[in-house]
């Protein structure tokens, strides 16, 4: 169930500090989402913060891997991922830094896919890799996520597959 407690281990601490609404642009909403669930261990994250970052009604979606290579897919409410990851994330301490963007606009849609690794904070190792797909549209002059979904890397899906012209 390591992939349910970390998004994508998708989103990076870049060491901002930006309130919830100032994502004016799509590249802005990415870093929020990896400063917000990203920290030490035992500091509680900002999740009013982390709320007001997503759509009403916005889903979440991990795609773990399975040894039969398949994917399990869940769909998770953004009140699901912090009820079932807040206490977790906070007693693993870790940060998510991209390491790879790639982002297509449309008036007031975005599309973002975003490659991360993941890194556990008292050690320094990096424990997971792989992309979130970010969909992100304007509401009121602020970009704010309408879904996120996610998938860890592994030998048959490298991070760098996701970014091949298919």
């Known amino acids: 169930m390591k992939h349910l407690m970390i998004f994508g281990a998708g989103l990076a601490a870049l060491g901002l500090s930006a309130p919830a609404l100032a994502q004016e642009?799509?590249?802005?909403?990415?870093?929020?989402?990896?400063?917000?669930?990203?920290?030490?261990?035992?500091?509680?994250?900002?999740?009013?913060?982390?709320?007001?970052?997503?759509?009403?009604?916005?889903?979440?979606?991990?795609?773990?891997?399975?040894?039969?290579?398949?994917?399990?897919?869940?769909?998770?409410?953004?009140?699901?991922?912090?009820?079932?990851?807040?206490?977790?994330?906070?007693?693993?301490?870790?940060?998510?830094?991209?390491?790879?963007?790639?982002?297509?606009v449309y008036g007031g849609l975005a599309t973002v896919l975003s490659a991360y690794e993941a890194t556990r904070a008292d050690t320094g190792e990096t424990f997971a890799a792989g992309v979130n797909t970010i969909v992100l549209a304007r509401q009121e002059g602020v970009w704010k996520v309408a879904s996120l979904a996610w998938r860890s890397e592994t030998g048959d899906w490298p991070v760098e597959r996701a970014f091949e012209t298919q």
């Open 25 to 104: 642009t799509p590249g802005e909403a990415v870093e929020a989402l990896y400063d917000v669930i990203s920290g030490p261990v035992g500091e509680v994250r900002d999740w009013d913060r982390f709320r007001a970052m997503f759509l009403e009604g916005a889903q979440m979606t991990v795609l773990a891997p399975q040894p039969d290579g398949e994917d399990r897919v869940v769909t998770l409410t953004i009140e699901d991922y912090v009820s079932r990851n807040a206490e977790r994330l906070s007693e693993m301490g870790f940060t998510e830094a991209e390491t790879r963007r790639q982002t297509h």
